[in-house]
C-alpha cells in the first residue's frame, strides 16, 4: 500500500526530487527507496535506516547503527534539506567528509556533484586560484582561464575540509566571499557570484582558535550555522561490525578474494582496539586482512592488531601525584594538537619549557 506510507503525515520535508521529463525506472527506485526507508523510521530506527538503502549509485550513505551516532543522524536528518552552512568536526579519520557527502545528498543541491578542497593543503600562492579560479596571464604559469572551485559548485555544495589550517589572510578572503556571494578571478576585475552552500571540517576547536587569535570569530560564525560533532570509533563500538563487514566487501571485491566475514578472535581484536586512527585505521586493517587473508575467514593475525586487555577505569586528576598530573595534561595536549608548539602555548608554557618536560617524563 504505497498511498498510506507516502501521504502519512509523519513524512515531512522533500528528500528527493525528478525532473521532467522522468525515467519510469528511476522514478519507481526513488519511490520505493522512500517508502522503505519511512517504514524504517516509523519503526523508530531513525535515520540509521537510511544507511541500509542503498542509493542509486550502489553506495551506502553512512553506516551508524550505535546509540552515540544518533544525534549526528538526527542532524542530518533535519539540517540536510535546509541551506545552512554547516561545520563538522571530530579527530582525524572519523569520517567527516561521509558526513558531509550525507548532507550533501540530503539536500536539494544532491543531483549536482559536491565539490571538496582541502583548504589546509592550499599556499598563499595557490589559494585565490584554487577558490576563486584564475585568467590567463595572471601569473607566470597562468597559460589559460581556469574556474575556481566556488564556480564549479555553483548551485550545488562545497566542502572545505581542514579550514582551521587556513591562514588569517586568507580567511579574510573566504569571509568576503561567503558574506556576499561575490568573487574575482584572480586577474580579473570582473566580479563573479556563485550560489554554494558551505559544508566544512576540522580536527581542531575553533572556539579555541579563535581566542588564541588563529581564527576569525566572524567567519567562524559564518560556517557553523550547525556544528555537528562525530564522536571517535572507541566512543561508538557498537558501529565496529558493521563498519568492518563493509570494508571488507569493498576490499574483497577490490583484490578479487571471497570471505564470508572474519574468525572470532579477529572480531575480538577489532572490538578491543582503540583504534586512534578511528574508522580510518579500521579501514586499513580490514584491507591488510584482506590482502593476508587465506580461506573463508579473516583471522586475527592477519589484520596486524595486538589484542588489548579493555582498560581500567583511569583515575580521576585530584587522586594522582603532582607528577603524575603534569605527565598526563602533557600527553592530552600533544593528543588533542599534534603539534609541540601548540601543544605548549595550550599549556602556558614555551617551547623549550616543553620539551625539557617531555624529557623529564619521558615522552
Not at 607566470?140 to 548551485?155: M, S
Request: hydrophobic share 40%.
Amino acid at each position: 500500500d504505497w498511498s498510506s506510507d507516502v501521504c502519512s503525515s509523519d513524512l515531512r520535508g522533500a528528500r528527493d526530487f525528478v525532473e521532467k521529463p522522468w525515467d519510469n525506472t528511476r522514478l519507481i527506485a526513488i519511490l520505493r527507496t522512500q517508502i522503505d526507508l519511512h517504514r524504517a523510521l516509523r519503526r523508530g530506527q531513525l535515520l540509521a535506516a537510511e544507511n541500509e538503502i542503498l542509493r542509486a549509485d550502489g553506495e551506502p550513505i553512512l553506516i551508524a547503527r550505535s546509540p552515540e551516532m544518533r544525534p549526528v543522524l538526527d542532524l542530518i536528518e533535519r539540517i540536510g534539506p535546509s541551506e545552512a552552512n554547516v561545520l563538522i568536526t571530530g579527530e582525524n579519520g572519523t569520517g567527516k567528509g561521509v558526513v558531509a557527502r550525507a548532507l550533501h545528498a540530503a539536500s536539494a543541491r544532491a543531483e549536482i556533484p559536491m565539490v571538496t578542497v582541502n583548504t589546509g593543503g592550499l599556499s598563499e600562492a595557490l589559494f585565490e586560484s584554487e577558490l576563486f579560479g584564475h585568467v590567463r596571464g595572471a601569473f607566470t604559469d597562468a597559460k589559460t582561464d581556469r574556474v575556481g572551485r566556488f564556480e564549479l559548485a555553483d548551485g550545488g555544495t562545497l566542502f572545505l575540509d581542514e579550514i582551521a589550517n587556513i591562514s588569517l589572510n586568507q580567511q579574510a578572503k573566504l569571509l568576503r566571499v561567503l558574506q556576499t556571494g561575490e568573487f574575482e578571478r584572480l586577474g580579473s576585475s570582473k566580479t563573479r557570484t556563485a550560489d554554494v552552500r558551505i559544508v566544512s571540517a576540522t580536527n581542531a576547536d575553533l572556539r579555541e582558535e579563535v581566542a588564541a587569535g588563529r581564527f576569525r570569530q566572524d567567519l567562524l560564525f559564518r560556517l557553523n550555522t550547525v556544528e555537528i560533532r562525530i564522536p571517535p570509533l572507541r566512543e561508538r563500538r557498537d558501529d565496529i561490525p558493521a563498519l568492518a563487514q563493509h570494508f571488507l566487501g569493498q576490499h574483497a571485491q577490490r583484490y578479487r578474494k571471497q570471505f564470508a566475514g572474519f574468525e572470532e578472535a579477529a572480531t575480538a581484536i577489532l572490538l578491543s582496539h582503540p583504534w586512534p586512527g578511528n574508522v580510518r585505521e579500521l579501514d586499513h586493517a580490514v584491507e591488510r586482512g584482506v590482502l593476508m587473508g587465506r580461506g573463508d575467514f579473516v583471522r586475527a593475525h592477519d589484520l596486524g592488531l595486538q589484542m588489548v586487555a579493555p582498560a581500567a577505569a583511569p583515575p580521576r586528576l585530584e587522586e594522582l601525584p603532582l607528577e603524575e598530573v603534569e605527565r598526563v595534561l602533557i600527553q592530552k595536549a600533544l593528543a588533542r594538537y599534534g603539534n609541540v608548539s601548540q601543544a605548549a602555548q595550550a599549556l602556558g608554557l614555551s617551547r623549550s619549557a616543553l620539551y625539557r618536560r617531555l624529557e623529564k617524563h619521558g615522552l
